[in-house]
């Protein structure tokens, strides 16, 4: 029997304006019971992750912070890890000061809303700092250059021995390219943006988490 690794995205993807339903969550504990991996795979902080969701416990390891954080549910949050460095004081201060709000503070990311971006480019450039943009259907990510979600799943495969055969990524924007592309089976949400449609091996029916369902049944195991 084959081992399949699923990593799937939140927001948009099993989540539709932050809420998981059941039935996805019971299609989520019947791909577990199979014997198979799950890896949560997230643009979020773990603190505004657990204060919409509590069922982190399904998945062996969350990705969160778009690649920067690995927390893993069944360790506890003293076993998170950093990935990277956090951003500066003076450049959080600057952008304060610049008016970006709203602004989140990770450990190593940064995140605002797209209307901002002009300044933020400015910001790096003044600051002299090595800084990479990644978008999230009109959310702004700012982080430090190669975190993505692709590095940040493949360090948590890393650490469980496992690797990039079978894993099958499900995702519906422009944050999930990296990871869709590498993954073995790639699938998108019938609500993805087109960019993320255009390039996975199969585009499902279903919206949000009944998309992420029947990704799962395409792989019984």
Do not use: Y
Request: glycine share 10%; net charge negative; proline share 4%.
């Amino acid at each position: 029997m084959t081992h399949f690794t699923l990593a799937t995205d939140f927001d948009g993807t099993i989540a539709s304006q932050g809420t998981v339903n059941s039935s996805t969550i019971r299609a989520l504990e019947t791909w577990r019971a199979r014997g198979n991996s799950l890896f949560l795979v997230t643009g979020r902080t773990m603190a505004s992750l657990t204060a919409t969701f509590d069922r982190i416990d399904l998945f062996d390891c969350v990705v969160a912070e778009n690649g920067g954080v690995l927390h893993w549910p069944a360790r506890g949050a003293q076993a998170d890890s950093r990935l990277a460095d956090p951003p500066s004081a003076a450049f959080v201060t600057a952008l304060d000061e610049a008016g970006v709000v709203p602004l989140v503070r990770g450990h190593v990311l940064l995140a605002t809303i797209d209307v901002h971006a002009s300044t933020v480019v400015n910001l790096i450039e003044q600051h002299g700092l090595d800084l990479q943009l990644a978008f999230n259907k009109g959310a702004l990510m700012l982080l430090p250059p190669g975190v993505t979600k692709e590095s940040g799943l493949s360090a948590a495969l890393e650490q469980l021995g496992l690797t990039w055969d079978h894993v099958i990524a499900v995702g519906d924007a422009e944050n999930d390219l990296t990871m869709l592309r590498r993954a073995w089976r790639s699938v998108a949400v019938a609500n993805a943006l087109p960019s993320v449609r255009g390039v996975v091996d199969r585009v499902v029916p279903g919206t949000h988490g009944e998309g992420v369902a029947q990704a799962m049944e395409l792989f019984p195991g």
